[in-house]
């Protein structure tokens, strides 16, 4: 063991005296190179590209395909007509598969009094806190999924029944953070005004 230690520091010896400091440098920076592609590779960027709003009307007895919107209309008078959905596209930066991510959302809304001259409005805590699960992300691909059971119109009529409403929906996602992540790209927030 001691024989082949005392080998090993005289051909590095060799090595460091053949080689010119430029060359060197070279191998040193090339070295880092591969160590820096390397490590980019193996912690791939996930990324939240974009969360769209859609809502299906009831026509009659029909339910309209599902649109997306920028705002939603909501009556305070009456039955909520409208389906709400909300896609949420996510995006693998890498060039390598990432398994087993976890989403995280949290819907909330901007309140106001019904019937008062007084039109403040203040945001509410999260009405709703879940999880989204997907499995696998090819590498330099994108997937969309689908936020179906919001529970926005159980709130509403519950809000509606105690004299308020609301002039927003808003929502805060984020991917469960993993090793080498930068977080500015890891979390997205999302609001969706409510017109009457």
């Not at 791939?44 to 920028?70: C, H, M, Y």
């Not at 305070?76 to 389906?83: D, S, Y």
């Not at 819907?107 to 001259?117: C, G, R, Y």
Request: proline share 2%; hydrophobic share 45%; with cysteine.
């Amino acid at each position: 063991m001691i024989t082949l230690k005392i080998r090993i520091k005289m051909t590095l010896k060799k090595i460091f005296k053949t080689m010119s400091g430029r060359q060197m440098v070279k191998n040193i920076v090339n070295g880092s190179l591969l160590v820096f592609m390397c490590s980019a590779a193996a912690f791939a960027q996930i990324t939240i590209e974009d969360v769209n709003w859609q809502v299906s009307k009831i026509v009659g007895a029909k339910r309209l395909p599902f649109v997306k919107v920028k705002e939603v209309l909501i009556k305070p008078e009456g039955k909520i007509n409208e389906k709400i959905r909300i896609l949420v596209s996510v995006r693998n930066e890498g060039n390598k598969v990432v398994e087993g991510l976890v989403l995280r959302y949290a819907l909330k809304f901007k309140i106001v009094k019904l019937n008062s001259a007084d039109d403040t409005a203040i945001w509410s805590v999260p009405f709703r806190i879940e999880e989204l699960r997907i499995s696998k992300i090819k590498s330099s691909r994108e997937q969309t999924v689908k936020i179906l059971n919001t529970g926005i119109n159980t709130e509403l009529k519950k809000l509606r029944s105690n004299g308020f409403w609301i002039d927003a929906i808003g929502m805060e996602i984020m991917i469960e953070p993993r090793k080498g992540d930068d977080l500015n790209k890891n979390i997205h927030q999302s609001v969706i005004t409510s017109k009457q």
